[in-house]
């Protein structure tokens, strides 16, 4: 990466374009221009083929500036950095501090382009590319330019092979605790190369990890256990662990959820009851019992009889029903007492 400092003091981690591919873009770009170049001088030489040879001299140096010089400035300068070999390859040319390019950036790149690539068949350029560190020619240099990689390969993610089944559960006890990541992540490269790897090599490297492992774990791995097994068999146990705790937090979440939108309606939450007055205490309706029907005689029609009303709630600060709260000879139960 080129850790390229913007303007903002933020790193930037761009890759520069080396200079096979900077090469292949070159080569584009030449073919088309020549390929115009020579387009527009066969035009040229039948239109000014009445002319003297000093108007011809000129109309063709003309041309050259204009086509193998002016047109790739132009190109650059409105796509921002981004020729026709440039698009193919997936490079770009920005600023040191990760910017696009302006018209000077690419007029400097241009006539520096005409001296260390057209004039010295590239010769100038490839060896300026390759002694640089982030592979800049001198037109870069000059200009305070980069050119960068804008399409990455996509990194390939190679699954974890399983371990043997007779070790699945084998190291449910293990504490991993201390392992650090960096362990972890070379444990998982080895487990998905290790079938690239040289047995010979594979073998010991195994075995260095292992021994780190169990250093770290402070457990000795089972007895007759390989070392691949062993390393196999704790990246599945750690996997296992981190599964069952991704789903354990959230079903945590959940719960959590449901219980603070449960605990809005409740009466010390702060929300609304169905049927309850803001600001009134709440009144508990007695359930309705059903009464059995009363079955008549013979020949008669069975009767159900009433069924009581709930008694009304009673508006705040009203007595109760059925007389005083107090001093009025009736007790807070409604029922006056016998004489």
């Not at 873009?25 to 040879?53: C, K, P, Q, R």
């Not at 770009?92 to 910017?99: L, N, T």
């Not at 704790?234 to 603070?260: I, L, P, Y």
């Amino acid at each position: 990466m080129s850790g390229v400092v913007t303007g903002d003091a933020v790193v930037l981690g761009l890759q520069p374009a080396r200079l096979p591919s900077r090469a292949l873009a070159v080569l584009i770009d030449l073919v088309v221009v020549w390929a115009a170049y020579l387009l527009i001088m066969l035009g040229l030489a039948v239109a000014t083929a009445s002319l003297d040879e000093a108007a011809v001299a000129a109309v063709s140096v003309v041309a050259f500036l204009l086509v193998l010089v002016g047109a790739p400035i132009a190109v650059e300068t409105l796509s921002h950095g981004r020729s026709l070999g440039k698009m193919a390859c997936g490079l770009r040319v920005v600023r040191d501090d990760g910017g696009p390019i302006r018209f000077r950036h690419a007029l400097v790149r241009g006539a520096m382009g005409v001296v260390e690539i057209l004039m010295t068949f590239g010769v100038v350029a490839c060896v300026a590319s390759l002694v640089s560190e982030r592979g800049r020619r001198l037109g870069d240099v000059f200009a305070g330019t980069l050119v960068v990689r804008e399409r990455m390969p996509a990194a390939r993610v190679l699954p974890v092979p399983p371990p043997p089944p007779w070790l699945v559960g084998r190291f449910a006890g293990l504490d991993l605790s201390a392992v650090p990541e960096a362990l972890w992540l070379e444990v998982r490269q080895y487990l998905t190369r290790a079938r690239e790897l040289d047995p010979t090599v594979g073998r010991r490297l195994a075995e260095r990890l292992a021994d780190e492992l169990v250093a770290r774990t402070g457990t000795p791995p089972p007895a007759g256990v390989p070392a691949y097994a062993y390393l196999a068999g704790v990246v599945a146990e750690r996997q296992a662990r981190d599964t069952r705790r991704a789903f354990t937090e959230a079903g945590a979440g959940a719960n959590v959820g449901n219980r603070t939108g449960a605990g809005t309606g409740d009466g010390g939450g702060g929300g609304f009851e169905a049927g309850r007055v803001f600001g009134a205490p709440a009144v508990a309706v007695p359930p309705v019992v059903a009464v059995p029907p009363v079955v008549p005689p013979s020949g008669a029609s069975p009767v159900t009889p009433p069924v009581a009303p709930p008694p009304a709630a009673s508006p705040p600060g009203a007595p109760p029903a059925g007389g005083s709260s107090s001093g009025g000879g009736s007790s807070a139960t409604g029922f006056v007492p016998p004489a």
